[in-house]
Protein backbone atom coordinates (compact mmCIF):
# COMPACT_ATOMS: atom_id res chain seq x y z
CA UNK A 1 0.00 0.00 0.00
CA UNK A 2 1.22 3.45 -0.82
CA UNK A 3 2.62 4.88 2.62
CA UNK A 4 0.87 8.48 1.09
CA UNK A 5 -2.08 7.30 1.00
CA UNK A 6 -2.39 4.60 3.83
CA UNK A 7 -1.08 6.95 6.85
CA UNK A 8 -2.30 4.71 10.05
CA UNK A 9 -4.25 1.86 11.48
CA UNK A 10 -4.23 0.07 14.51
CA UNK A 11 -6.76 -1.56 16.78
CA UNK A 12 -7.80 -0.55 20.18
CA UNK A 13 -8.27 -2.76 22.85
CA UNK A 14 -9.02 -1.87 26.17
CA UNK A 15 -8.16 1.76 25.22
CA UNK A 16 -4.62 0.62 24.51
CA UNK A 17 -3.41 0.42 20.88
CA UNK A 18 -2.71 -3.08 20.09
CA UNK A 19 -1.27 -4.46 16.60
CA UNK A 20 -1.73 -2.39 13.42
CA UNK A 21 -3.38 -3.33 10.59
CA UNK A 22 -3.30 -2.64 6.95
CA UNK A 23 -5.18 -2.87 3.93
CA UNK A 24 -4.41 -6.45 2.57
CA UNK A 25 -7.39 -8.08 2.03
CA UNK A 26 -6.15 -11.55 2.57
CA UNK A 27 -5.08 -10.73 6.19
CA UNK A 28 -7.88 -11.21 8.90
CA UNK A 29 -8.27 -8.94 11.70
CA UNK A 30 -9.83 -10.17 14.84
CA UNK A 31 -12.17 -8.02 17.18
CA UNK A 32 -13.53 -8.71 20.91
CA UNK A 33 -15.87 -6.75 22.17
CA UNK A 34 -15.48 -3.29 22.87
CA UNK A 35 -12.49 -3.54 20.56
CA UNK A 36 -12.47 -0.81 17.67
CA UNK A 37 -10.11 0.15 14.66
CA UNK A 38 -8.84 3.76 13.39
CA UNK A 39 -7.55 3.85 10.28
CA UNK A 40 -6.12 7.38 8.91
CA UNK A 41 -5.85 7.91 5.28
CA UNK A 42 -4.61 11.26 2.84
CA UNK A 43 -6.28 11.33 -0.62
CA UNK A 44 -7.33 7.84 -1.02
CA UNK A 45 -8.00 6.94 -4.79
CA UNK A 46 -11.61 5.21 -5.13
CA UNK A 47 -9.28 1.41 -5.08
CA UNK A 48 -8.96 2.31 -1.25
CA UNK A 49 -11.97 2.88 -0.38
CA UNK A 50 -13.51 0.03 -2.45
CA UNK A 51 -11.73 -1.95 -0.11
CA UNK A 52 -12.71 -0.69 3.32
CA UNK A 53 -16.45 -0.36 1.82
CA UNK A 54 -15.72 -4.16 1.36
CA UNK A 55 -14.07 -4.90 4.82
CA UNK A 56 -16.77 -2.61 6.67
CA UNK A 57 -19.80 -2.51 4.68
CA UNK A 58 -19.51 0.81 4.21
CA UNK A 59 -22.65 2.31 2.17
CA UNK A 60 -22.28 3.48 -1.28
CA UNK A 61 -23.26 6.69 -1.04
CA UNK A 62 -20.59 7.68 1.78
CA UNK A 63 -18.02 6.30 -0.73
CA UNK A 64 -18.76 8.49 -3.22
CA UNK A 65 -19.26 11.54 -1.10
CA UNK A 66 -16.09 10.57 0.50
CA UNK A 67 -14.29 10.89 -2.87
CA UNK A 68 -15.90 14.25 -3.72
CA UNK A 69 -15.59 17.73 -2.87
CA UNK A 70 -18.23 19.30 -0.04
CA UNK A 71 -18.56 22.95 -0.02
CA UNK A 72 -20.12 22.74 3.53
CA UNK A 73 -19.82 20.17 6.66
CA UNK A 74 -22.17 17.17 7.04
CA UNK A 75 -23.77 14.82 9.04
CA UNK A 76 -25.74 11.60 7.28
CA UNK A 77 -26.12 8.46 8.89
CA UNK A 78 -26.51 5.08 6.79
CA UNK A 79 -28.62 2.38 8.72
CA UNK A 80 -26.07 1.49 11.78
CA UNK A 81 -23.07 3.85 10.35
CA UNK A 82 -22.05 7.58 10.22
CA UNK A 83 -20.52 9.80 8.02
CA UNK A 84 -19.32 13.09 8.97
CA UNK A 85 -17.62 15.79 6.75
CA UNK A 86 -15.73 18.74 8.52
CA UNK A 87 -13.86 21.37 7.09
CA UNK A 88 -10.23 22.59 7.82
CA UNK A 89 -8.75 25.70 7.15
CA UNK A 90 -5.54 27.76 6.15
CA UNK A 91 -4.11 30.84 5.42
CA UNK A 92 -1.44 32.18 2.79
CA UNK A 93 -1.53 36.00 2.25
CA UNK A 94 -5.02 36.94 2.22
CA UNK A 95 -6.50 34.02 0.82
CA UNK A 96 -7.86 31.21 3.22
CA UNK A 97 -7.90 27.37 2.02
CA UNK A 98 -10.08 24.84 2.30
CA UNK A 99 -9.79 21.28 2.88
CA UNK A 100 -11.68 18.10 4.02
CA UNK A 101 -11.67 15.43 6.35
CA UNK A 102 -14.34 12.54 5.81
CA UNK A 103 -14.81 10.47 9.10
CA UNK A 104 -16.91 7.08 8.58
CA UNK A 105 -18.07 5.80 12.17
CA UNK A 106 -19.07 1.98 12.78
CA UNK A 107 -19.37 0.17 15.66
CA UNK A 108 -16.17 -1.08 15.71
CA UNK A 109 -14.24 0.98 13.38
CA UNK A 110 -13.54 4.65 12.82
CA UNK A 111 -12.27 5.77 9.42
CA UNK A 112 -10.52 9.48 8.47
CA UNK A 113 -10.19 10.55 5.06
CA UNK A 114 -7.99 13.70 4.66
CA UNK A 115 -7.97 15.75 1.27
CA UNK A 116 -6.82 19.26 0.93
CA UNK A 117 -5.22 19.09 5.07
CA UNK A 118 -2.05 19.91 5.87
CA UNK A 119 -2.11 18.90 9.40
CA UNK A 120 -1.56 15.67 10.09
CA UNK A 121 -3.56 13.38 13.12
CA UNK A 122 -0.15 11.78 13.92
CA UNK A 123 0.02 14.74 17.16
CA UNK A 124 -3.64 13.77 17.81
CA UNK A 125 -3.43 10.32 17.34
CA UNK A 126 -0.29 10.24 20.12
CA UNK A 127 -2.31 12.23 22.70
CA UNK A 128 -5.33 9.81 22.68
CA UNK A 129 -3.00 6.88 23.19
CA UNK A 130 -1.40 8.26 26.14
CA UNK A 131 -5.53 8.30 28.19
CA UNK A 132 -6.82 4.93 27.43
CA UNK A 133 -9.26 6.08 29.70
CA UNK A 134 -10.84 8.06 27.34
CA UNK A 135 -10.21 5.18 24.38
CA UNK A 136 -12.16 2.78 26.63
CA UNK A 137 -15.51 5.05 25.30
CA UNK A 138 -14.79 3.99 21.95
CA UNK A 139 -15.21 5.47 18.30
CA UNK A 140 -17.43 8.44 19.45
CA UNK A 141 -14.70 9.70 21.98
CA UNK A 142 -12.37 9.61 18.65
CA UNK A 143 -14.90 11.29 16.67
CA UNK A 144 -15.15 13.93 18.91
CA UNK A 145 -10.99 14.18 19.15
CA UNK A 146 -10.80 14.56 15.28
CA UNK A 147 -14.04 17.66 15.27
CA UNK A 148 -12.19 19.37 18.21
CA UNK A 149 -8.83 18.79 16.46
CA UNK A 150 -10.31 19.86 13.39
CA UNK A 151 -12.00 23.31 15.02
CA UNK A 152 -8.69 24.31 16.93
CA UNK A 153 -7.33 24.35 13.57
CA UNK A 154 -9.55 27.41 13.25
CA UNK A 155 -7.59 29.32 15.80
CA UNK A 156 -3.94 29.74 14.16
CA UNK A 157 -6.08 31.38 10.97
CA UNK A 158 -7.83 33.84 13.06
CA UNK A 159 -4.94 34.80 14.75
CA UNK A 160 -3.03 35.97 12.16
CA UNK A 161 -6.06 37.56 10.14
CA UNK A 162 -6.48 39.65 14.18
CA UNK A 163 -2.66 40.21 13.76
CA UNK A 164 -3.08 42.20 10.49
CA UNK A 165 -6.73 43.76 11.19
CA UNK A 166 -4.99 45.22 14.69
CA UNK A 167 -2.39 46.80 12.84
CA UNK A 168 -4.39 48.31 10.50
CA UNK A 169 -6.62 49.86 13.13
CA UNK A 170 -3.71 51.09 15.09
CA UNK A 171 -2.55 52.98 12.24
CA UNK A 172 -5.54 54.43 10.39
CA UNK A 173 -5.73 57.36 12.66
CA UNK A 174 -2.15 58.64 11.85
CA UNK A 175 -1.53 57.30 7.90
CA UNK A 176 -4.49 57.43 5.47
CA UNK A 177 -5.49 53.88 3.68
CA UNK A 178 -3.56 52.83 1.15
CA UNK A 179 -4.80 51.30 -1.95
CA UNK A 180 -2.97 48.33 -0.47
CA UNK A 181 -5.21 49.18 2.94
CA UNK A 182 -7.95 48.88 0.83
CA UNK A 183 -7.48 45.56 -0.86
CA UNK A 184 -6.59 43.82 2.14
CA UNK A 185 -9.35 45.08 4.34
CA UNK A 186 -11.92 43.57 1.06
CA UNK A 187 -10.01 40.77 1.12
CA UNK A 188 -10.37 39.57 4.29
CA UNK A 189 -14.17 40.73 4.74
CA UNK A 190 -14.85 38.32 1.94
CA UNK A 191 -12.37 35.58 3.29
CA UNK A 192 -13.94 36.05 6.77
CA UNK A 193 -17.88 35.62 4.81
CA UNK A 194 -17.02 32.79 3.39
CA UNK A 195 -15.43 30.84 6.65
CA UNK A 196 -18.64 32.29 8.55
CA UNK A 197 -20.82 30.56 5.82
CA UNK A 198 -18.82 27.01 6.38
CA UNK A 199 -19.04 27.51 10.32
CA UNK A 200 -22.73 27.18 10.78
CA UNK A 201 -23.36 24.18 9.30
CA UNK A 202 -20.14 22.90 11.81
CA UNK A 203 -22.68 24.30 14.64
CA UNK A 204 -25.28 22.20 13.01
CA UNK A 205 -22.84 19.08 13.39
CA UNK A 206 -21.67 19.43 16.42
CA UNK A 207 -25.67 20.33 17.80
CA UNK A 208 -26.97 16.97 15.68
CA UNK A 209 -24.46 14.64 17.50
CA UNK A 210 -24.95 16.53 21.13
CA UNK A 211 -28.78 15.93 20.86
CA UNK A 212 -30.17 13.77 18.43
CA UNK A 213 -30.15 9.57 19.25
CA UNK A 214 -27.57 8.56 16.68
CA UNK A 215 -26.15 5.45 15.99
CA UNK A 216 -22.60 4.64 17.79
CA UNK A 217 -23.13 8.01 19.92
CA UNK A 218 -23.93 6.54 23.29
CA UNK A 219 -25.52 9.04 25.88
CA UNK A 220 -22.70 9.48 27.92
CA UNK A 221 -20.52 11.09 25.38
CA UNK A 222 -22.96 13.85 24.07
CA UNK A 223 -21.43 16.35 26.39
CA UNK A 224 -18.35 15.96 24.60
CA UNK A 225 -19.93 16.90 21.59
CA UNK A 226 -20.90 20.22 23.65
CA UNK A 227 -17.43 20.84 24.06
CA UNK A 228 -16.96 20.87 20.19
CA UNK A 229 -19.90 23.33 19.65
CA UNK A 230 -18.83 25.87 21.70
CA UNK A 231 -15.18 25.97 20.47
CA UNK A 232 -17.08 26.10 17.59
CA UNK A 233 -19.24 29.34 18.98
CA UNK A 234 -16.07 30.82 20.21
CA UNK A 235 -14.21 30.78 16.52
CA UNK A 236 -18.00 32.21 15.06
CA UNK A 237 -17.96 34.90 17.51
CA UNK A 238 -14.33 36.15 17.02
CA UNK A 239 -14.88 36.01 13.23
CA UNK A 240 -17.65 38.04 13.37
CA UNK A 241 -16.12 40.16 15.89
CA UNK A 242 -13.03 40.75 13.06
CA UNK A 243 -15.97 41.41 10.21
CA UNK A 244 -17.00 44.22 12.83
CA UNK A 245 -13.79 45.78 13.68
CA UNK A 246 -12.65 45.20 9.85
CA UNK A 247 -16.18 47.44 9.24
CA UNK A 248 -15.19 50.34 11.27
CA UNK A 249 -11.44 50.53 10.45
CA UNK A 250 -12.35 51.16 6.60
CA UNK A 251 -15.37 53.34 7.87
CA UNK A 252 -12.98 55.47 10.10
CA UNK A 253 -10.42 55.49 7.29
CA UNK A 254 -13.03 56.98 4.90
CA UNK A 255 -14.27 59.61 7.52
CA UNK A 256 -9.91 60.36 8.45
CA UNK A 257 -9.61 61.13 4.65
CA UNK A 258 -12.79 63.20 4.66
CA UNK A 259 -11.69 65.15 7.73
CA UNK A 260 -7.91 65.73 5.45
CA UNK A 261 -10.13 66.69 2.72
CA UNK A 262 -12.00 69.47 4.76
CA UNK A 263 -8.94 70.87 6.32
CA UNK A 264 -7.14 71.39 2.83
CA UNK A 265 -10.41 73.03 1.20
CA UNK A 266 -10.76 75.17 4.09
CA UNK A 267 -7.09 76.43 4.08
CA UNK A 268 -7.55 76.60 0.41
CA UNK A 269 -10.47 78.57 0.98
CA UNK A 270 -9.02 81.11 3.30
CA UNK A 271 -5.66 81.43 1.42
CA UNK A 272 -8.23 82.27 -1.66
CA UNK A 273 -10.36 84.81 0.31
CA UNK A 274 -7.24 86.35 1.81
CA UNK A 275 -5.49 86.67 -1.69
CA UNK A 276 -8.74 88.68 -3.02
CA UNK A 277 -8.04 91.44 -1.35
CA UNK A 278 -4.90 92.80 -3.02
CA UNK A 279 -6.68 90.89 -6.01
CA UNK A 280 -9.45 93.13 -6.30
CA UNK A 281 -7.73 96.30 -5.13
CA UNK A 282 -4.57 96.00 -7.78
CA UNK A 283 -7.54 94.88 -10.42
CA UNK A 284 -9.18 98.58 -9.93
CA UNK A 285 -6.03 100.43 -9.75
CA UNK A 286 -4.77 98.30 -13.11
CA UNK A 287 -7.88 99.65 -15.34
CA UNK A 288 -6.05 102.73 -16.20
CA UNK A 289 -9.08 104.93 -16.63
CA UNK A 290 -7.94 108.78 -16.46
CA UNK A 291 -10.61 110.04 -13.67
CA UNK A 292 -9.81 107.70 -10.94
CA UNK A 293 -9.64 109.36 -7.47
CA UNK A 294 -6.16 109.21 -5.59
CA UNK A 295 -4.34 108.45 -8.81
CA UNK A 296 -1.89 111.67 -8.65
CA UNK A 297 -1.49 111.46 -4.65
CA UNK A 298 1.89 111.34 -3.38
CA UNK A 299 1.92 108.74 -1.27
CA UNK A 300 -1.12 107.00 -2.68
CA UNK A 301 1.24 103.65 -3.73
CA UNK A 302 2.08 103.35 -0.08
CA UNK A 303 -1.38 104.06 1.24
CA UNK A 304 -2.73 100.98 -0.71
CA UNK A 305 0.01 98.74 -0.03
CA UNK A 306 -0.66 99.16 3.76
CA UNK A 307 -4.44 99.21 3.00
CA UNK A 308 -3.96 95.58 1.68
CA UNK A 309 -1.27 94.36 4.31
CA UNK A 310 -3.88 95.56 6.64
CA UNK A 311 -7.00 93.32 5.52
CA UNK A 312 -5.11 90.67 4.70
CA UNK A 313 -3.12 90.38 8.67
CA UNK A 314 -6.89 90.81 9.63
CA UNK A 315 -8.24 87.97 7.69
CA UNK A 316 -5.33 85.63 8.78
CA UNK A 317 -5.82 86.41 12.37
CA UNK A 318 -9.40 85.53 12.01
CA UNK A 319 -8.99 82.54 9.92
CA UNK A 320 -5.96 81.52 12.60
CA UNK A 321 -8.30 81.96 15.58
CA UNK A 322 -11.09 79.78 13.67
CA UNK A 323 -8.34 76.96 12.79
CA UNK A 324 -9.15 77.40 8.75
CA UNK A 325 -4.75 77.97 9.02
Known sequence: MDGAVFVAGRIYRDGRAAEPVDLDQSREWTFDRGDFVWIGLVEPREKELRILADRFGLHPLAIEHAL???RLPKLETYGDQLFVVARTA?????EMSYGETAIF???????TVRHGSERTHADL?????????GMRSGVAYVLHAVLDYVVDGYGPVIEAIEEEVLSLEGRVLDVPLSKDDVRVIFAYRRQLARFGRMLQPTL??????QH??????????KPYF???EDHVRRVAGRVEGLRDVLRS???IGLLMEQQRQSVVTRKLAAWAAILAIPTAIAGVYGMNFEYMPELHLRYGYYVVLICMLTICGLLYLRFKRIEWL
Open 68 to 70: SEH
Open 90 to 94: SLTGQ
Open 105 to 111: VGRQFII
Open 125 to 133: RQRLETFPE
Open 204 to 209: EVSARL
Open 212 to 221: LDLPCVEPAL
Open 226 to 228: RDV
Open 249 to 251: VFE
